[in-house]
């Protein structure tokens, strides 16, 4: 997963012609460590597609502008604009973030 340092960085990216997968996390989140745990598996069934995170306390602003209220939040950009969003309450296990995938991406 490429980490994504400044805003010019993100908005060059979600501007890509082929869905991209962004993740939002914080240093400080015990949420996002778990995802840590398990998105290598996602990110493998996945893995025909662009993978992202964002440290949304390095990078200000764009959480907010893409609401993302609750971290991790896995959100899918096309073409400059978001196509979906999972929220954090949602992305606790690899089966509920690997079912969103599916339901956005197959």
């Not at 949304?56 to 971290?71: H, L, R, T």
């Amino acid at each position: 997963m490429k980490h994504i340092d400044t805003e010019e960085q993100f908005n060059e990216i979600i501007q890509s012609d082929k869905p991209v997968i962004v993740k939002f996390f914080a240093d400080w989140c015990p949420d996002c460590k778990r995802m840590d745990m398990f998105i290598g598996d996602v990110m493998d069934e996945f893995n025909n597609f662009d993978w992202y995170e964002i440290n949304s306390d390095e990078v200000k602003g764009i959480a907010q502008k893409y609401e993302v209220m609750g971290i991790p939040s896995i959100l899918i950009f096309k073409d400059g604009e978001k196509l979906a969003h999972q929220h954090s309450a949602d992305t606790k296990t690899p089966e509920s973030v690997s079912e969103f995938l599916h339901q956005q991406l197959v």
